[in-house]
């Protein structure tokens, strides 16, 4: 189960970071973008951290992060936010943290 939770969080990071690597590459320079990727990168690093308490604070930090740059990506492109899909993100990360909480720790 510990393997497949690393999985399920690195996969997250990877597509994440490619989704702001190819918005990248459609739009002029943004920081938003730029701030997908770093965080999406970092995600990837917190899981080789083998403090599992650091880890699973620098997690929840991330997905915090990850969730308010999503929200003001929906924002700034749509002008308006899309609540199914944020609600969505939020049970995905809860259910990401609450896996780490009870296999990881």
Not at 32 to 41: D, G, K, L, P, Q
């Amino acid at each position: 189960m510990v393997i497949i939770i690393y999985v399920l969080i690195g996969l997250y990071a990877i597509l994440t970071g490619m989704a702001g690597i190819f918005q990248l590459k459609e739009n002029e320079f943004q920081d938003r973008s730029i701030s997908f990727v770093v965080v999406s990168i970092s995600m990837l690093v917190i899981l080789f951290i083998t403090n599992k308490n650091s880890m699973f604070i620098m997690l929840i930090v991330a997905f915090i992060i990850m969730h308010l740059l999503s929200i003001a990506e929906g924002i700034l492109t749509k002008r308006k936010l899309t609540y199914s899909h944020h609600i969505i993100r939020f049970i995905f990360h809860v259910i990401l943290v609450l896996l780490v909480y009870n296999y990881i720790l």
